[in-house]
């Protein structure tokens, strides 16, 4: 079968859906351009800022659009076959995940831009808010940890993997010189563009030039030195001025991601590409079981929690009319399906039986990308470099904001304020990464896992239930304001016992070795037990706040 025809359709339906369920959406939540929105209402010049539609999808995509929608697809295809994961991901971004981001994003305009966490304590009780932030915290905390480890995983992958450590650090200094030239020099962004983007092409090159393999050190292996380093890198990026690092990084990111999304479309439109990979391995595979695992591991490609964060951080203070929020929220989300098909596609070029199949998520992404580039008579070795640098970028632009936006929960959480307000909550977010890449997991047969493997399932699942909670919180506003709210409740249920059953499995074999008196502390299972336990508080209060609010007196 023909990769084209799979990709084409799946276009097709993201595009009717957009039309049509986006239409049903827009009337649900009564979008109208006459309604006063924040960037107007709060115009502020430097947060609240009316923007173009256009200006304004890309800086959301480039925000929302990182490794998760290339990694988790790839995994799941990896699990069950293609089908599953693509069923999933049509599905899930037209029913579930857009849903989620578009109501997260008009939640927060309605409510002069605030977080969807301050929307969840208005409609439900302060309690609530501050086990939703912990609850946030903690999401955050393990993106962290899985894309951490993917990064050092990439850097020390054996054929390119040097160099495009080489490459990641010339990058990211660019970047750093592109924020001096922007606001220190005044140069104005076309020129800055201008400069700086060929300046990246030919990182890409010369980093292969100047490949960086590091030595063991203090008993560390080069793998879990450059955890660390990238987790310094998380520190120093999340207290440093926007303007400096992450801004700059955030629009080179963004052109790497419209590249290679663009080399995705070309290359399956002319490449002639075949489908090899099966199409459905099984409902179950090595012990793993399609429900609930199918659900938490494609993650991004579906549905997102991290989204509602950004929708209702800055995307909804620059939102110039409340009917924007379509493309921005529900059209944005079915983008990102798009990347996650591109992402799955690069696995159903390949035979089951190859050695590219058994290898790493990012090497399998950067094999496909410099497949797709082939097409343009392109070295190979730079198309590996480039679609492997692309996918660090990717991780890059999660990195840095999540540790910023940890930061920022953990303060709100503990009101530290003070001299080390910055430092402090910062070192303290990144406390439980540093710790977590450092432990050895054996698989069954003995062998070394790496720690982003054994954190997807964990970073999936809450990165899922962060999406149902959110959609809970909706819920509740939509029922507390009249509107129909079924079409937001169906997905919250459906994704609250995914997440929820998914958590009970990684804690159940942890609580019979220790009713049998073996009991050992596991980092994967106490960190589920957590999570479950705080989901639970929640939804106890939630069905409290729906069902036995007390009117509020005149």
């Not at 054996?158 to 990211?172: D, E, F, I, M, Q």
């Not at 520190?235 to 700059?248: D, E, G």
């Not at 016992?497 to 299972?525: A, C, Q, R």
Request: aromatic share 14%; proline share 5%; hydrophobic share 55%.
């Amino acid at each position: 079968m023909n990769l084209l025809l799979i990709a084409l359709l799946a276009g097709l339906i993201l595009l009717g859906a957009y039309f049509l369920y986006g239409r049903f959406l827009e009337k649900k939540l009564s979008l109208d351009n006459n309604n006063p929105v924040p960037s107007q209402t709060m115009y502020d010049g430097v947060d609240y800022i009316p923007t173009r539609k256009t200006l304004l999808l890309g800086q959301h995509f480039s925000a929302i659009a990182a490794a998760g929608p290339i990694v988790g697809p790839i995994l799941a295809g990896l699990l069950f076959g293609w089908v599953p994961a693509l069923l999933w991901i049509l599905v899930g971004s037209i029913f579930v995940g857009g849903v989620h981001d578009l109501s997260a994003l008009v939640a927060s305009v309605r409510h002069k831009a605030r977080s969807i966490a301050e929307v969840v304590k208005e409609h439900m009780s302060r309690r609530v808010y501050l086990l939703f932030l912990l609850f946030i915290w903690f999401s955050l905390v393990y993106v962290v940890v899985a894309f951490t480890d993917i990064t050092a995983n990439a850097f020390t992958q054996k054929t390119y993997g040097a160099g495009v450590a080489s490459s990641s650090l010339l990058y990211l200094t660019l970047a750093f010189l592109m924020g001096l030239t922007l606001y220190k020099l005044r140069f104005p962004l076309w020129l800055s563009t201008m400069i700086f983007l060929p300046l990246v092409v030919f990182a890409i090159w010369f980093g292969q030039k100047i490949p960086i393999t590091l030595p063991s050190f203090l008993g560390l292996e080069p793998l879990k030195i450059w955890d660390l380093i990238l987790l310094l890198y998380c520190f120093i990026a999340s207290i440093i001025p926007l303007w400096l690092l992450l801004q700059p990084r955030g629009y080179l990111g963004g052109l790497f991601l419209y590249g290679t999304l663009l080399a995705g479309i070309v290359g399956i439109i002319f490449g002639g590409f075949k489908i090899n990979y099966p199409a459905f391995i099984g409902w179950s595979n090595a012990g793993v079981p399609i429900f609930p695992v199918l659900f938490i591991t494609v993650a991004c490609g579906a549905c997102s929690g991290f989204h509602a964060i950004v929708s209702s951080g800055t995307s909804s203070k620059q939102l110039k009319k409340e009917k924007d929020a379509k493309l921005i929220g529900y059209g944005g989300m079915l983008l990102e399906g798009l990347v996650a098909v591109i992402a799955l596609g690069t696995l159903m070029m390949l035979s089951r039986s190859g050695a590219l199949a058994k290898g790493k998520p990012d090497e399998i992404y950067a094999n496909g990308i410099s497949n797709f580039l082939s097409i343009f008579k392109i070295n190979r070795d730079f198309a590996m470099s480039f679609g492997l640098l692309a996918f660090a970028t990717f991780i890059y632009d999660t990195l840095d904001v999540c540790t910023r936006l940890g930061r920022y929960v953990f303060q709100e959480l503990t009101d530290w304020r003070g001299k080390f307000s910055k430092a402090g909550p910062t070192l303290v977010t990144l406390l439980i990464p540093a710790f977590s890449v450092m432990i050895k997991v054996k698989d069954p047969s003995g062998n070394y896992l790496p720690a982003w493997r054994v954190f997807w399932s964990l970073f999936g699942t809450s990165n899922q239930l962060l999406a149902a909670l959110t959609l809970l919180g909706v819920t509740v506003w939509l029922k507390e304001t009249k509107k129909a709210w079924g079409y937001t409740a169906l997905p919250m249920v459906f994704m609250l016992v995914m997440t929820l059953w998914s958590l009970i499995l990684m804690i159940l074999p942890w609580l019979e070795k220790i009713f049998s008196g073996s009991y050992t502390l596991e980092v994967i299972p106490l960190g589920a037990l957590v999570l479950l336990s705080l989901a639970l508080f929640l939804l106890v209060e939630a069905f409290r706040g729906l069902f036995f609010k007390k009117p509020v007196p005149k």
